[in-house]
């Protein structure tokens, strides 16, 4: 008996010796600090400011609490434009009236809206030499852009006896009236993209025969790879497309009478 017990202990005792030690499990390795970073570019264009002529004649002298008729029969007005002549009238001093029988006629002699050549906006020397931006001044040194004139022009006539007291025209370009570079921007993302390579690796190594064969013989876990990440660029100022220089003309026209209007001298 005591034989076998002597037996079986040694068959322990040669079973614990053969047990092969396991190397420790791996960790997933912390992720990178990413970065994130907006960048601008911007294009430029040669810019006409408003055209103004204004001239008023000595015969009348134009008075506050004078009353105005708008005579806007050769135009159409909208209801919001109307309104805000009627303000910048009573501003000055004037009084409007809806009937004829006033001191005054305001006759809005033309309103027009044209579209001409397109305005070239070319593009600003960078100030960063990203080579995305690189790339941008290769293929899109510069931008031609849809280009609306708007024209404007009224007179004042002194109803009792017809004379001309007061007559003023102006124009724009919407370019001259935006009076902004174009300006675009682009995000750059850093991303990790062999996230789930390291990820599988650990846990492969993490298997016990794994650890058996990695027993003393350590091994390397890949490194993240960080890759950037580009946006398309993205305008964030100016208008450029027909459709949004056509959505500035009811501004153009506003800034245009607000200019005549206040050229016009009330007493």
Known sequence: MRGIISCLALIGLTGCTMTQPLAPKLSVPSKPLLQKSIYQISYTAELESARIKSVQLPAHVVKRQDT?????SKVTLTDAFRAS????LKEKGLQVDSQENTDYRLVIQQMDLSYGRDKVYV??????????IA?????????QCSNITASLSMRLTHNDSADVVWFAKSSVDSAGFQGIPLQYSFTETEKVINEQEVITFVAEQNTEQARKDRYQEPVTIPQYVVQPNITPLIKVAGACEKTEVSELTPKMMLTLTHNLIDKLNVQ
């Not at 105005?68 to 806007?72: A, E, G, K, T």
């Not at 593009?123 to 995305?132: A, F, G, I, R, W």
């Not at 790339?135 to 931008?143: A, E, G, H, L, R």
């Open 68 to 72: 105005v008729y708008i005579d806007s």
């Open 85 to 88: 002549l009627i303000n910048m």
């Open 123 to 132: 593009l600003n020397k960078p100030s960063n030499s990203h080579p995305y």
């Open 135 to 143: 790339k941008i001044s290769q293929t899109n040194p510069s931008k």
